[in-house]
Nanobody, 114 residues
Framework: VQLQAYGGGLVQAGGSLRLSCAAR???????MGWYRQAPGNQRELVAV???????NYADSVKGRFTISRDNAKNTAYLQMNNLKPEDTAVYYC??????????WGQGTLVTVSS
């Protein structure tokens, strides 16, 4: 598996979770991002971070989620605070490299109970 995502789980509303995404054997990664897909919905961007550390967030998560990365470890993180039931979804990480080529992780389920 080249892109491994983990850290999902069940949490009550208002709680926190931290997702991790580790890239193996993928070189020259530029952007790393997190996307999510809820049942019946399309996959949507949650947050993205460039190799230089610039970030962008979906309006729905601004102020609650923080994306970060460790370039030496080829790993990205998503700290999710003040979770809401509408954050419930399968979260996917993605890594972009020149080509262009995008790699997808296998997804990790986040369930927020009310």
């Amino acid at each position: 598996v080249q892109l491994q995502a983990y850290g999902g789980g069940l949490v009550q509303a208002g709680g926190s979770l931290r997702l991790s995404c580790a890239a193996r054997s993928i070189f020259s990664i530029r952007d790393m991002g997190w996307y999510r897909q809820a049942p019946g919905n399309q996959r949507e961007l949650v947050a993205v971070i460039t190799s230089g550390g610039s970030t962008n967030y979906a309006d729905s998560v601004k102020g609650r989620f923080t994306i970060s990365r460790d370039n030496a470890k080829n790993t990205a993180y998503l700290q999710m605070n003040n979770l809401k039931p509408e954050d419930t979804a399968v979260y996917y990480c993605a890594a972009d490299r020149p080509g262009p080529r995008r790699y997808w992780g296998q997804g990790t389920l986040v369930t927020v109970s009310s």
